[in-house]
């Protein structure tokens, strides 16, 4: 995998993941949020995750990508970028009429977060510190004994960072998938070890078990995989899946 990055010409910088999992590639930018004071939806705000989507489309449309030509060529004014939101929360990026590459969000370290993904595959970004793993958080209930241990090794055996890189791996995956955890709950979910080491980076195959893997057989055949890199104090988590229509868009 290579990691590289740019910086536009209005001095938003802008990640790019080429390729990831044999798709893509991605490309994942953030902005401080409008009230840092404020937590989740309130903070992200629906002005900044549009002036993300359209830095990162414009992005996409000067890597001259042949699956988006058609709009890529044609005029802003016939097809103007929108951000919907799904049943389940996911959301959906419509150029005109027609539907866009798919698109990720997540809030963390005063920043709103997004990725688009350059390809037809379907997309979850996530991002966490340690910060929010302290005290008496319930670790039993969110990660599997053997997850903990692997991310404990990797994490130089501090426990809140090895959460942090855990759950931003857990919750991307289910963002992929378009639910988010209102139908897969986090332990339904294990993390693999790592089978990649590059770019400064890991990659984590992960697999369902339960009622989630009857929602989603695709993934009994082949395990998801998920890309993990740290940003700063940060851990980010970007996932991949083969994009799919869903009774619950």
């Avoid at 290579?2 to 798709?23: C, F």
């Avoid at 937590?39 to 992200?44: L, N, V």
Wanted: hydrophobic share 40%; with cysteine.
């Amino acid at each position: 995998m290579r990691l590289t990055t740019a910086i536009n010409r209005a001095g938003v910088t802008i990640h790019t993941m080429n390729p990831v999992h044999g798709r893509g590639p991605v490309f994942y930018t953030s902005t401080a949020c409008a009230n840092q004071a404020l937590k989740g939806s309130e903070a992200d705000g629906t002005g900044n995750k549009q002036r993300l989507v359209s830095t990162l489309w414009d992005h996409l449309a000067a890597s001259e990508s042949p699956l988006w030509k058609l709009s890529t060529s044609s005029n802003k004014d016939d097809y103007p970028i929108q951000v919907f939101s799904g049943l389940l929360g996911r959301p959906r990026l419509m150029l005109g009429e027609e539907r866009g590459p798919a698109i990720s969000f997540s809030t963390c370290g005063g920043r709103v977060w997004a990725a688009l993904c350059g390809d037809e595959s379907d997309i979850g970004i996530d991002v966490a510190g340690s910060d929010e793993f302290q005290g008496d958080y319930p670790y039993q209930r969110v990660f599997h004994p053997e997850e903990l241990e692997h991310a404990l090794k990797l994490t130089g055996g501090v426990l809140e960072e090895a959460s942090a890189l855990l759950w931003t791996i857990k919750e991307a995956a289910v963002k992929a998938l378009g639910c988010a955890f209102h139908l897969v709950g986090p332990l339904q979910i294990t993390v693999y070890p790592l089978v990649e080491c590059s770019g400064g980076g890991y990659t984590f195959p992960v697999g369902l078990s339960g009622k989630s893997l009857a929602r989603f057989p695709l993934i009994a055949g082949q395990p998801l995989r998920v890309r993990s890199l740290p940003h700063d104090s940060l851990w980010l988590s970007i996932a991949l899946v083969t994009r799919r229509p869903t009774s619950h868009e």
